[in-house]
Structures are given as C-alpha cells and as structure tokens.
C-alpha cells in the first residue's frame, strides 16, 4: 500500500516538473518580455526575453524583487524613457495598484519604443507582456513618408498637400492669408526626349532643390507629378509674398542645369490663388493656381500670373467644349476648307491646303485654335487627323490632275505606330496618286524622338508623295533638321512676311531662307501673304510659291471648282 502511494508521488512529482519544464520552454521562447507582480509588487518571475529588451544581464533579476529594484536595473542598463526615476516609478507605481487593464507605448532613450500591456490578478498583482516595436515603428514611418513624399525628388506630394492645412494651420492664423503657387517647367518634355529619362530625372531633382532652396522653412514644397510642381506660402502678407516668390522661382529656375556633360535650360511659369486663411480647401487653390498657370503659359512663359475669377469661367467652358469635341466627328460636324498655294510668278494655281474647321450646333464655328490645342491634350487629334487625310484626298481627286493637296500633321499623329499604314491605305483606297499629296509637319514633331521621327519621314517619302516643313525659322533647330532630312519644300511662317516693308531683318531672313533652299534643291513657299507689296518682295527674291489672303481665304470644298475655275485651271485641264 505504501509502495502504491510512493510510486504515485514520484509519477506525479515527474508529471509536474515536465510541466513546469515545458512552461519554461514556452515562457523564455515568447518574442514578448513577461513578468508577473504579486500584490506586493515583489517579481514573481520574468522571462529571458524581458532581460534581453532592456538589456539586462537575467542572472541578475531575481524572484522576490521589488518594483523599485527592477526599475534600478533598468535605469543602470540605459533602457528608461526620458523622466526621472521617481517620475517613472509613480507612473508605473500608479499602473500597478489599478484594477484595470493598461496599455501604453514607452520610447526609451537609447531609441528603442516598447508596447507594455498591463494586466491585473485578482490578487492585486499583475502581469506584463513587453514587446519591442522599435523596427515596427521605423517600417511605418518608412511607409507614411513613403506615402506622402514623391519617391525621385523626396518631396512632399499630392496626399500631403491634402493634409497640409493640418500641418501647419497655425502658421496663417495672423491674418495674412495663404499663397498657392503651382509651376512646371518649360521646355522639360524636350529636354526627356533628346538626353532621356535619366537626365529628365536628374533635372528633376536639382529643380526640386532650387524649389526648397528658394523658399522658408515653413513653406511647402510639394511635385505634383511629371514636371509639375507647387508651393503652399504661410503667413506672409498676400499678394506681394506670393509675387516676390514667383519672381525668385523664375530667377532660379531660369539658371542652367548641368546634367552630366550637358548644359540646359529650361525655366517655368508660375500659377497663384490666394486664400484668406490657411483653413480654406488647398484642393481649391491649387485648381485655382493651376488655371492661372494655363495662362501665364498662354502668355509667353517666363511670367507668373494671379487666379482671375473670370479664368475659371473660361476653363469651364474649354471643359465643355473639350467633352463636346468627343462626339463632334462622329456627328460629322467637321468639314475641309481649302486655301490656294500658287505660282509667285505666274499665280498658277498648284496646290490648296486642306484646313478643318469645327461647325458646332450651338457655338458656331469655332476658331481651329480653340480646338485643336484640346484635340491634341486628349488624343482625339489621331482620328481627326485620319479623317483629314482621307477627306482630302477624296476632294481632290475631283480636282484637276495638276492640282494637289496639302495636309498638315500633328506631332501627336507622329506617335501613332499605323500613321504610315493610314496614308497608304487612304492613296490606294481613294484612288489618288501620291505625287498630288503633300503633308506638312512643323518642327515640334522633329523634336520628340528625331530618330524614330526621320524613319517615318523616309517611309513616307517612299510612298511618292512630297513633304513640306512647315512654319520655318520658329523653332529651335532648324537647319539641322534640313541636314538630316530632305524635305521638298520649306515653308517660311507668316511671323516673317507680315514684318516684310517694315522689319528690314525680315527681308533679311527671307533672303537667306530662299537661298538655303535653293542650295539644298528644296523649293520655298511663303505663307500669310495679304498685300502685293509683300508678292512683289517675294518674287524679287525668288520665292517658289505664294499662299495668302491676297490670292483668297480658305474656302469650303464646294466652292473649291469655282476658285479653280476663276485661275483658269479648268480651261487648262480641258
């Protein structure tokens, strides 16, 4: 009987010590820190995990000790928050004597930040789960600054602007209200397109560190995206702050940029709204700031205009012409006119140019140039453009034999991949013959991509018909590109002729365009031609051909047969 007994206290005592075995095991393998108080506030045991968090040898935390003697190695370790010892034992003092849960976060001051959470025993102690959050809290700070700050540039973004009135409010608070100012960079798309992405990034960045260096340390710099960027002004007497500002972002961003081996310039335009106070809806100014920049840029870049309320009348309106737009090719709402390119000498009629017009159900016609800029924004250009061409080439093809059309392309029509395909389809489907087709590009479309841009060019120019290079003498690098491809005409802008009798460095320009293309076998039309004094100063320097209102307005395709008739082409053909 006694044996029976014995053998049952041993197995029990056995059975007890694995389980206090295993709980140790899973106590000092806990990713928290544990310890237990009893209603004395005397440990009663703490875990490996708690000595390792604050950095505490273990041999030295002992059963029975008490709170004060654990916060004394504590403070001897380094891991204690930024308060006194008797502070933080009368905060932790308090804690412990309360009957309810508790959770706080503790940032020590080596750094680390800890989740303490405190529970109550029925006895009056407690237990502690301690867990260091330190890499938890970097990863989230990681992710918020991510978040709010644009990944190239390091700027704040679009999210923080949002929040912005939270950041700093207090900074308007004296009544001189709140500037937004909203910019982009002139120039930048071609600076992306001739030296690459990597040297468009890395503008990017110095403009970013321009931006900061011009401004205090309560203003904000945000990047919108692209090439765009603005700035949020605090507490400075409106509109005169916001106008010295402007003029120091010109002024800086004016200066040239060195990217690797290339030097650079660009410059911007600077969009402003005031607020009265920094309360108001920053989503609001920025809108406004935005359509002030619209208009700076309309200007003549390199200026800064301030928010008009009249502005968002006119933006309102361009919306709703933009969307009306949409549908207005499908509701065949545009139609051709044609406007005559004839002989300098003999004012033989060669070609008319094909011109689209826009009649609009309730506007009227609407000037090409208050739609086609939002043709070429929303990508709308690609099908008007194709529609252009084939409408063209079906009128002329009731035309005389020795008549051709002209059609002008967009850069945008350039970045379709099936531009070339279209052309040719359209010849062979109308029936038309390529020589009797001639487009007309400007140099903005040389500008995008020149190798890419030249292979269409020659492809084109393969399929028989002729191309022109439109607007001569207005863009950046002219002459380089009538090295790089060989147009059959040049044509000199409107800007030179209209300053022929007046500006004698038109007839200057005139000149050394018309001897140019002779030297490179490229014949030379004049554009905008309206008086004979202008003809008779074209013909006297040997202009090929001449288009203009002195010879006649562009005209609808109905009344094309009458015009030609009256140059004497039908009896010709006949």
Known sequence: MRS??????????????????????????LSQGVCFFDGRQRLILANRRYAEIYNIAQELIQPGMTLREIVDLRFAAGSFPDMSREDYLAWRGSIAVSDKPNDTIVELKNGRVIAIHHRPMPDGGWVATHEDITERRETE?????????????????????????LIGGQGANDGSGVAVLCLDLDNFKN??????????????????????????????????GGDEFAIVQIGTEQPNGASFLAERLIEALSQPFQLGANVVTVGTSVGISIGESYQGDIEALLKSADMALYRAKAEGRGTFRFFDPILEQQTQVRHALQTDLRTALPKGEFEL?????VDARTRALHCLEALIRWRHPLRGMVAPSEFIPLAEESGIIVPLGEWVVQEACRHALTWPSAVAVAVNLSARQF????????????????????????????????LQDTPATLKVLHRLQSLGLSISLDDFGTGYSAIAYLRSFPFDTIKIDRSFICDLGVNGDALAIVHAIVDLGRALGM?????????????????????????????SPPVPAAEVPDLIARAGMMNEAA
Request: net charge neutral.
């Open 415 to 446: 970045k379709s991949l099936n531009l070339v395909s279209v052309i040719d389809r359209t010849l062979k489907a109308t029936g038309l013959p390529p020589d009797r087709l001639k487009l007309e590009i400007t140099e903005s479309v040389l």
């Open 4 to 29: 029976r007994a014995s053998c049952t206290f041993r197995r029990n005592a056995r059975e007890l010590e694995l389980q206090n075995h295993r709980f140790d095991v899973a106590l000092n393998n």
């Open 141 to 165: 700070a990681r992710l918020a600054h991510m978040a709010r700050h644009d990944a190239l540039t390091g700027l704040p973004n679009r999210l923080l602007l949002r929040e912005c009135r």
């Open 191 to 224: 600076v992306n397109d001739t030296l690459g992405h990597a040297a468009g990034d890395a503008l990017l960045c110095l403009a970013g560190e321009r931006l900061r260096a011009s401004v205090r340390d309560r203003d904000i710099v945000v990047r919108l």
């Open 523 to 551: 014949s030379v039309t004049a554009e905008g031609v309206e008086t004979q004094d202008q003809l008779t100063a074209l013909q006297l320097e040997g202009c090929d051909e001449v288009q203009g209102y002195l010879f």
């Open 337 to 341: 006119y044609f406007q005559p390119i």
